[in-house]
């Protein structure tokens, strides 16, 4: 059988369908906030609160009004975040899981699925992220629904395409995958290529070659198919994973957890043979498989779940995001801007107030007693910035000292007018 489209018209069994929202990152360039247990947007909901919602939130009509339930969603974070995601969730600590080491996506994901597949065996996992804004509920989940109906009809792995802008420029920083034949909306296609963050020129060919379409970062399986894949794809992992799983059973967590580490952070790039690349479920099992089909198995894409789609990884990308007031500033929380304040992007978390006057051109941001003023043509430079600051509560390189203020949950930056985009 040729492997284009596959119809599957059988019915979701949602009952053996579970949740993982991927919420582990450390939000670097969103400095200081964490962007997930943030509303950066003015929306009144979380970014994982959003993801959340688009699982398991009753919508008022539609074929998709009821999802999944709540008692089937888990989060797959770290030790610190998992109180505060607890409380804004409204879940017990039993849906958070951490995994022991650094290892990367994939080994992470292995530890969630290894603890889920005890409760079912022949679960199907629908492994979203945390960090992304999507309106559109209703388009994600048919997209997300007839992944599933895939996943669970036939041994394949599913991942959600995202529709590429047509600036070259914009396709540096995602990876893409290519999907045979025609495009139909929530329709699962087969994919026949991946590649990773191109160069200028290959980004400018794969506009022109069409098919091509930007990697949301969101798969669909059943465990059964992922045990599969990762046996005849990574033989070492799995033998990991298997024993892993086996002391998870017998109740050893401190076993389970030493074995855990013996997963490798790095692995043998499968487009890049000379190369290494992260342990993500894209290098280990998703690209090698398209290159090497086992038996029936194959990836697949489904287009059309994300009309819009924005990954937000930039201060600078609110100005697409939030309406601005007379001046071009972008305002979130409690801001008192002065007349003179221009083209800003001015971010207080909930609970902190911030008064600015003279900043121009500049991202002001204020969250758990900490702050960021910078340039927003600087903006590449946050982590190297932030690493240099250490443990420092103001980071704003180049203003003059006592320019800025912080008293509890207040911040006040107090320039000469336009003095700070002049002066650096």
Known sequence: MKLSTYKVEAEI??????????????????FPFNKVLSDLTGQGRTLLQQAADRLTKILRKG???????????????????????????????????????????????????AH??????EATLAVTTSDHLIPQIEAFRKGVAEAI???????????????????????LGFGSFKMEGRRTAGRPQVISGFEEKPSMERARQMIH???????????????????????RLQPMMYEVYATMQMELRKGNMAKAKKLFERFPSKIPHPLKPESE???????????????????????YGVAGALPEWTDLGRWDV?????????HGNVRVGHIKAGR?????????????????????????????????????????????????????????????????????????????????????
Request: proline share 7%; net charge positive.
């Open 209 to 231: 070659e069409g098919g091509w379409q930007w990697n949301a970062g969101m798969f669909f399986f059943s465990i059964s198919t992922a045990e599969r894949a990762l046996q």
């Open 13 to 30: 069994a949602w009952s053996r369908v579970y949740g993982l929202i991927l919420a582990g990152g450390q939000s670097s360039r969103l």
């Open 340 to 424: 003179s304040v221009r083209n800003c992007i001015l971010v207080a978390d909930q609970g902190c107030w911030m008064e600015v006057s003279g900043l121009q051109d500049s991202v002001a941001a204020f969250s758990n007693g900490r702050a960021l003023v910078l340039p927003i043509a600087e903006l590449g430079r946050v982590k190297e910035l932030v690493a240099e600051a250490d443990e420092s509560k103001i980071v704003a390189p180049g203003l003059p000292a006592g320019s800025v203020s912080l008293a509890r949950n207040r911040l006040r930056i107090v320039l000469p007018p336009f003095r700070h985009s002049r002066g650096l």
């Open 149 to 171: 109906r895939l996943a669970q009809g036939k041994p394949a792995l599913v991942v959600l395409a995202v529709k590429p802008s047509s600036n070259p420029q914009d396709w």
């Open 116 to 121: 889920i597949g005890l409760k079912d065996a």
């Open 318 to 326: 609110l100005r697409a995001l939030v309406r601005r007031d007379s």
């Open 277 to 299: 690349a992260d342990n993500t479920i894209d290098y280990a099992i998703a690209a090698p498989l398209v290159q090497n089909p086992i038996d029936s198995m194959a990836v």
């Open 63 to 113: 074929p998709h009004s009821g999802f999944l339930s709540p008692q089937k969603m888990f989060v797959l974070t770290t030790p610190s975040f998992v109180l505060p995601m607890s409380r804004q969730l409204r879940l017990p600590s039993s849906h958070f899981f951490v995994d022991p080491a650094r290892r990367g996506t994939w080994p992470a994901i292995l530890w969630a699925m």
